[in-house]
Structure formats: C-alpha cells, structure tokens
C-alpha cells in the first residue's frame, strides 16, 4: 500500500525555519522524482520545489528560490523541505506528491507573528 506522511508543520514566525519531512512507502521511491506543493484557500495550488530521483537536479518556484531547499534521503524513502526566512505569503497547507503513485495528506504551515 501506498503511503506518504508529512511532518514538520507548525506556526512559526515571520524569518523563522522549519523542515517538513515527507516518509513514504510501498513504491520504489528511488525511481521518481519528488515533488512538494502547497495550497492555501486564497491561492491556486502552487508547486514548491522539485527534486529527481538521485537528487542530481532541482527546481523551484520563483517565490521560494533562496529560502527552500529540496533533498532527499533514498535509503529513507524520505523527502525534505527545509524552509527558511519564512513569510506570511508562505503561510500554506504543504505536502508530497509522485506523479503517477499518490500524494499525502499535508502538514499546515502557518507564518504568523
């Protein structure tokens, strides 16, 4: 059985850090790309940042370029997303996503003072 779960979420502050972590299981997670996406009610869905399956390559939106950083654990089965000098605006619900294989629930993000 597929499964993603994410951790990590919380309220922190505005410039503060956080690292979400995304455990996955049932699949060769080592075989595809990771994807981290975010949603808020006022916003489309948005993809976050991206990372292929050895971790050789990465993109990111351009609203999040210098502040996350994608990576990812193979031996793990595990996807992280370190987030710093967080902002209001990056207030969201975050979470996992394979193309193709499933998505998990989401950790809630909220970037308050």
């Known amino acids: 059985q597929v499964q993603f779960v994410e951790s990590g979420g919380g309220l922190v502050q505005p410039g503060g850090s956080l690292r979400l972590s995304c455990v996955t299981s049932?699949?060769?997670?080592?075989?595809?790309?990771i994807n981290w996406y975010r949603q808020s009610p006022q916003k489309e869905r948005e993809l976050v940042a991206a990372?292929?399956?050895?971790?050789?390559?990465?993109i990111y939106a351009d609203s999040v370029k210098g502040r996350f950083t994608i990576s990812r654990d193979n031996a793990k089965s595990t996807a992280y997303l370190q987030m710093d000098n967080l902002k209001p605006e990056d207030t969201a619900v975050y979470y996992c996503?394979?193309?193709?294989?499933?998505r998990g629930q989401g950790t809630q993000v909220t970037v308050s003072s």
């Open positions: 049932g699949f060769t997670f080592s075989s595809y790309a």
């Open positions: 996503d394979v193309a193709r294989v499933g």
């Open positions: 990372i292929a399956s050895f971790g050789d390559n990465t």
